[in-house]
């Protein structure tokens, strides 16, 4: 009867407003003037709960719960280059710092070999190497782009007779500012990465880094490192363009000798005391996967020779197979299901039902034609039934 009248329980309970009326006197903090302090803590709350929605997402409030490693949405402008728009979120402040000739070099090179907009002219590049000398191999090619790309390619940009009339273009070709930015932390890709000098002073590490190797070569080698630097390199002119390198130190990639890969269980060990001979120290923040590296226990003294890399996952990251195999969907047990098997065969061949207590009579085909009506009585010991052919049926029982 309290149900048919009251209705739900929910709407006559006084326990949620039992539990606000609690929350509202946690806010007094003037016991002189209750009603005071509850009015001006409610208005704070609602002016903060209604200033949240103008915040960046990276930022967590009451009402909202950003991912942990959670990229930077800034705003990008839809004309800028491709490797403009690269996501990434600094940790911490910075500092200045001025890149010598052999890092702007580096860095200036490995932007434009691997920035889409200057696709068409390195195959532009190419094809000059080659009709110069058709014998050319392709690591020769890559050390003829490493050297001298940079150069041609401003010169080519310049030229009046190039074509290129995007400003953007040209202010590219110029090269970044000597003057970067260095940060000592830095959020992409679901990861947290710190430089190696902090974690010397930390139980955790967020310094290793593996990247996918690339090159005109058949043979494409991982390489595996330590992040020394984080630095944002600037182009010169409006809009302001911002690119983030990571700067490392690599183990030697050579497979055997530097690298090696566990035939069965594809564990991947670097030799610790060998280093990349090639000064390529930098790529770009994306671009990076994060690693743990992990050193065999030993009763020798000294540091291990040989140490595990372990790839880590990045958080808010479910890693889902591509296809699907029958063998995913086995039935863990050992035990064979019992079961009966139906017969799925349609017999195509008609039966008949035969009453023993009918007469039959046989018609010739000349008796009957198709104008006169056709009656067919059938006599049983429980009904006669008589059917015409203009289908009225009646039943007459017994």
Not at 288 to 301: D, E, L, M, S
Not at 323 to 330: I, K, V
């Amino acid at each position: 009867m309290r149900t048919r009248l009251a209705g739900p329980v929910q709407y006559r309970w006084m326990y949620p407003f039992e539990r606000f009326l609690r929350r509202l006197k946690n806010n007094i903090r003037n016991k002189a003037k209750v009603e005071g302090s509850i009015c001006n803590a409610y208005l704070v709350e609602e002016a903060s709960s209604f200033c949240e929605y103008y915040f960046a997402d990276s930022v967590k409030t009451r009402h909202r719960k950003c991912p942990r490693n959670s990229d930077d949405p800034r705003p990008i402008d839809s004309n800028m280059f491709s490797i403009f728009k690269f996501p990434g979120r600094p940790i911490g402040a910075y500092i200045f710092r001025w890149l010598d000739d052999k890092e702007y070099h580096a860095a200036r090179t490995y932007i434009l070999l691997n920035c889409d907009e200057v696709k068409p002219f390195i195959n532009m590049y190419e094809e000059e190497l080659r009709k110069e000398n058709p014998a050319l191999r392709p690591d020769e090619v890559d050390k003829m782009l490493d050297t001298n790309f940079a150069s041609w390619f401003e010169s080519h940009v310049k030229e009046p007779n190039s074509n290129v009339h995007d400003d953007m273009m040209k202010d590219f070709a110029s090269g970044p500012l000597r003057n970067t930015r260095v940060y000592s932390g830095y959020y992409v890709n679901g990861f947290k990465f710190h430089v190696t000098r902090r974690n010397s002073t930390t139980l955790t590490s967020n310094s290793g880094v593996y990247v996918k190797g690339s090159s005109n070569l058949t043979d494409e080698l991982d390489y595996y490192g330590m992040l020394d630097e984080i630095i944002e390199v600037e182009y010169p002119a409006l809009p302001i363009k911002r690119i983030v390198l990571f700067k490392c130190s690599w183990y030697d990639p050579t497979p055997r000798i530097g690298t090696r890969v566990h035939s069965n269980y594809k564990l991947v060990e670097v030799y610790a005391n060998r280093r990349f001979n090639k000064f390529e120290p930098f790529i770009f923040a994306v671009q990076a996967g994060q690693v743990f590296y992990a050193k065999y226990p030993t009763i020798r003294r000294g540091p291990s020779e040989w140490i595990a890399v372990c790839r880590m996952k990045a958080r808010s990251t479910i890693e889902m197979p591509t296809s699907l195999t029958p063998a995913d969907h086995d039935a863990f047990q050992n035990e064979e299901a019992e079961g009966h098997s139906l017969d799925s065969q349609v017999q195509t061949t008609s039966q008949l039902l035969v009453d023993v207590n009918i007469t039959y009579e046989e018609l010739d085909d000349e008796e009957i034609s198709t104008d006169d009506e056709i009656d067919v009585v059938i006599e049983s010991d429980n009904y006669n039934l008589e059917i015409s052919d203009d289908y009225d049926t009646d039943y007459d029982e017994d």
